[in-house]
């Protein structure tokens, strides 16, 4: 291209969608499309843009396009040399990729797309074939279009796609084949039960067929036609085996993203490609409520029923187990070096959401984790759930697009070290405790995500007093977490707690807000109730996270008298505390000589009694010993002295001694 011409598409960016642009000009625009220039496509854009802006109304602005664009390119269509032709073509093929809807309107007008089809028809040539085909590959993605498509059309196709062909024209051809029978199964479940509407036109070619041909053209040449109508076709189970157990073009599609910046930008539509049939393979089926799962039996006893008792394929080729497979051949095969390289090659949204989903379906099997952190997808998953957080000067907002890849990194978080996942800057977890806040607090957020954020936050808290000073001072987290305390999903509650125990331990805002401060006591008993309730529970994990804030916060002077005050009223804390630490000693066991109490509850029992023994005052000393020989708690501490254990026996021996004394 000459500096003049780079100069003229310069003055008609700055103009388009900004100002009124003369059909000379534009006349010039439709003419740079023969080569593709993405500078074209964007001036296109602009100017569409501008367009739909000053016609708020869809159909208006569609006219208005079509008004401007029809003149200029029709012309060319009904021309007998090829240039003119694929002038038109190439037009017309960018358009749907920047606004349909004009597109569509122009293809459907009288007499349009039969001088497409008739072009080919006369004049047969490879370049002209691979523009044509190309167009109907995009005219077949919308349904208004897939109406145009006469019996021939799609025969013309197949023919394009046999392998006498030159590559790329298969490639496009298989591509528009793709589309057209994806879209015309959608066309024909929608007209069903319906009567009038004659159905779309058949297409001859399986899935199976036109994913060996574009595996083929894969392998061969890296074609990017190839990969767009893998893309489509992965969806379909069947087809995901077949991809999945064929390494060798797994290793050819990956191959197709460079790892290390080459002076030729990658295409962002290939790259999209490939990072959906990654996305697509791995991705597992949504987890279902109660309600969902009886839908879905019934609808399973439906089909066998007609299908003479056999599940269906697709059923069994999606399970868990399936897909736990798929992922660790494409582990194995080296998707997860894609990601990173993905990343910093295209900033497009549409690569970053489905990055997102392809790297949850990953690494939900904990054995793909490691090679995920080694591979670099931690840092991938940072920069995505960083960007999913939106601040505006009224407040702070999360984008949900984005919520798959939070929740990728939770489990990351989960299985290992913060160091190992955030590397050793602690302003890496800083910048995550934000999203995991927001994403938490979503009412969209699901519950199995809401879990992993919780066991996540549970592990980072560890990290620091500071990182768990972060996570306490997270806008409206305490609040929502403490809601999920009093939930009935025992996982849940059982996150909660346990996070509420870590925060306890190294934040000093939250020790005040459920020990007190030296002034005042914070609201201390109700939380303190709400923990002893459930240091009685019968998770185990949930009540060694109870009990173990119970232990801690039971040396605040704010918090002992808040269990003072509840043995008084409730006559609970002590029966409590003897069945964390000897449920054989209580008076009336009811068969608890049986249980055998965890050695992790006995040692947050015992610190809890002498805490709380140590803190009585005087005048109330006679009440507590004798509540305490009543509830069988000075049985349980002798059994604890008796059984010699060091760590246990000695705060034992403690609180014995403070009951003795007189």
């Avoid at 569509?104 to 028809?121: K, T």
């Avoid at 279902?288 to 089909?303: C, F, G, H, P, S």
């Avoid at 610190?607 to 000075?634: F, H, P, R, W, Y």
Wanted: aromatic content about 4%.
């Amino acid at each position: 291209m000459s500096s003049t011409d780079h100069d003229q598409l310069d003055v008609l960016l700055k103009k388009a969608g900004k100002g009124p642009v003369l059909p000379d000009e534009l006349q010039y625009l439709i003419t740079e499309f023969l080569e593709s220039n993405p500078k074209a496509y964007l001036i296109l854009s602009a100017y569409c843009q501008g367009v739909r802006q000053a016609n708020p109304k869809p159909e208006d602005g569609t006219d208005a396009l079509v008004t401007v664009f029809a003149p200029l390119v029709l012309p060319h269509l009904e021309e007998t040399n090829d240039r003119d032709i694929l002038i038109a073509v190439t037009f017309i093929t960018a358009l749907f990729q920047v606004d349909w809807q004009a597109a569509a309107a122009i293809l459907q007008r009288e007499g349009v797309f039969e001088m497409v089809m008739d072009s080919v028809e006369l004049k047969p040539s490879e370049a002209l074939s691979l523009a044509v085909a190309h167009l109907l590959g995009q005219a077949a993605g919308y349904k208004p279009c897939r109406a145009l498509f006469a019996p021939e059309t799609p025969k013309w196709l197949e023919a394009m796609s046999r392998p006498s062909r030159p590559e790329n024209v298969r490639a496009a051809a298989t591509v528009a084949l793709v589309k057209l029978s994806k879209g015309s199964a959608a066309d024909a479940a929608e007209l069903t039960g319906t009567t009038g509407t004659a159905p779309p036109p058949s297409v001859a070619n399986t899935d199976d067929e036109l994913a060996s041909a574009m595996k083929g053209l894969v392998l061969s040449s890296g074609s990017h036609d190839a990969v767009e109508g893998l893309a489509y076709l992965s969806v379909n189970p069947q087809i995901k085996e077949t991809l999945c157990d064929d390494t060798e073009f797994l290793k050819a599609l990956f191959a197709l993203v460079p790892r290390r910046k080459t002076a030729e930008p990658i295409s962002s539509s290939l790259l999209y490609g490939i990072i959906l049939i990654i996305s697509n393979l791995s991705q597992y089926l949504p987890l279902l409520t109660e309600e969902q799962l009886q839908m879905k039996k019934l609808r399973q006893m439906a089909a066998e029923k007609s299908n003479g008792g056999q599940s269906s394929t697709d059923d069994v080729l999606n399970d868990d187990a399936h897909v736990r497979a798929r992922c660790k051949k494409l582990a194995a095969a080296g998707a997860l070096e894609v990601f990173p390289a993905a990343l910093a090659a295209c900033e497009s949204a549409g690569v970053r959401l489905e990055i997102g989903r392809a790297l949850l379906g990953i690494v939900t099997d904990q054995a793909n984790r490691g090679r995920a952190l080694s591979s670099g997808c931690a840092k991938v998953l940072q920069k995505l759930t960083k960007s999913a957080v939106i601040a505006s000067d009224k407040r702070v907002t999360l984008d949900t697009t984005h919520i798959d890849a939070i929740q990728a990194l939770a489990k990351l978080a989960i299985t290992a070290s913060p160091v190992q996942v955030f590397g050793p800057d602690t302003g890496a977890i800083f910048d995550t405790v934000r999203p995991f806040a927001l994403a938490l607090q979503d009412s969209s957020t699901r519950l199995l995500t809401r879990f992993e954020i919780m066991m996540a936050l549970t592990n980072l808290s560890s990290a620091s007093a500071e990182v768990a000073s972060r996570i306490a001072d997270a806008d409206g987290l305490l609040s929502r977490i403490e809601l999920f305390l009093l939930e009935d999903h025992t996982m849940i509650r059982r996150a909660a707690m346990e996070l509420v125990c870590n925060l306890i331990a190294g934040s000093d805002r939250m020790y005040e807000r459920y020990g007190g401060s030296a002034t005042e006591d914070m609201g201390v008993t109700g939380k303190i109730q709400v923990i002893l309730a459930l240091s009685d529970v019968e998770d185990l994990p949930t009540r060694l996270a109870a009990s173990g804030a119970l232990a801690t916060l039971s040396a605040a002077p704010a918090a002992a008298r808040a269990l003072h005050a509840l043995q008084k009223d409730r006559h609970r804390v002590l029966p409590i505390l003897v069945q964390l630490i000897d449920p054989t000693a209580a008076p009336d066991d009811d068969g608890n000589e049986e249980q055998e109490s965890d050695p992790g509850l006995v040692h947050r029992g015992v610190i809890c009694a002498m805490n709380l023994l140590l803190s009585t005052s005087a005048q109330d000393k006679a009440d507590t010993v004798k509540e305490a020989e009543v509830s069988g708690l000075i049985t349980a501490l002798a059994n604890v002295v008796k059984s010699g254990q060091a760590q246990v026996a000695q705060p034992a021996a403690e609180a014995l001694k403070w009951i003795l004394q007189k």
